[in-house]
T-cell receptor, first 112, second 112 residues
Framework: NAGVMQNPRHLVRRRGQEARLRCSPM?????VYWYRQLPEEGLKFMVY????????ESGMPKERFSAEFPKEGPSILRIQQVVRGDSAAYFC??????????FGPGTRLLVL | QKEVEQDPGPLSVPEGAIVSLNCTYS??????FMWYRQYSRKGPELLMY????GNKEDGRFTAQVDKSSKYISLFIRDSQPSDSATYLC????????????FGKGTRLSVIA
């Protein structure tokens, strides 16, 4: 049973470009969470999705960030017009119907 | 006051030592507690999960929860160099799928 998969593992963008981060949950998991980890900081919740629905986006910045989890395919975290402050590790976690969350390897975004 | 406080360390111990890692929290609604291990440049790995006050043991790891003091601990017995990692405490308020609130993590080095 493959774990949570994220790609790309590393992403370099120039200021103003768009970043798309993909997450495929573990088989049988229909709940996906996105977290951001800044240097020397803990993980901060961004958004929680189920298939085709955003359940909780209280941690998402109001502008430039969006997320989706379509019926078919991976969950996507999209960052438009990236700025240097968006440089961070972005982690996806998936869960069955429980409190336990299983994390992917992360995508490290560097904005030049 | 942050919701979850965790001493960032770094903590350096000799091989074979007993390690104690701790978190305090301010939100009395937190009921479910986890410990994650994160190796450098990797995703967090779930180590322990507990929801009741008291101790839970799994091999060399013991998770302890004291809800009256809002204090949780992770003990590692017979520590090994392979235990060198950052340890993150995480917690949430209700059962089922819900975002986790993380501590900043404690960096542990076990010296052979």
């Amino acid at each position: 049973n493959a774990g949570v998969m994220q790609n790309p593992r590393h992403l370099v963008r120039r200021r103003g470009q768009e970043a798309r981060l993909r997450c495929s949950p573990m088989k049988g998991h229909s709940h996906v969470y996105w977290y951001r980890q800044l240097p020397e900081e803990g993980l901060k919740f961004m958004v929680y999705l189920q298939k085709e629905n955003i359940i909780d986006e209280s941690g998402m910045p109001k502008e430039r960030f969006s997320a989706e989890f379509p019926k078919e395919g991976p969950s996507i975290l999209r960052i438009q017009q990236v700025v240097r402050g968006d440089s961070a590790a972005y982690f996806c976690a998936s869960s069955p119907s429980s409190e336990t969350q299983y994390f992917g390897p992360g995508t490290r975004l560097l904005v030049l | 006051q942050k919701e979850v406080e965790q001493d960032p360390g770094p903590l350096s111990v000799p091989e074979g030592a007993i390690v104690s890692l701790n978190c305090t929290y301010s939100n009395s609604a937190f009921q479910y507690f986890m410990w994650y291990r994160q190796y450098s440049r990797k995703g967090p790995e779930l180590l322990m999960y507990t929801y009741s006050s008291g101790n839970k043991e799994d091999g060399r790891f013991t998770a302890q929860v004291d809800k009256s003091s809002k204090y949780i601990s992770l003990f590692i017995r017979d520590s090994q160099p392979s235990d060198s990692a950052t340890y993150l405490c995480a917690m949430c308020a209700r059962s089922g799928n819900t975002p986790l609130v993380f501590g900043k993590g404690t960096r542990l080095s076990v010296i052979a």
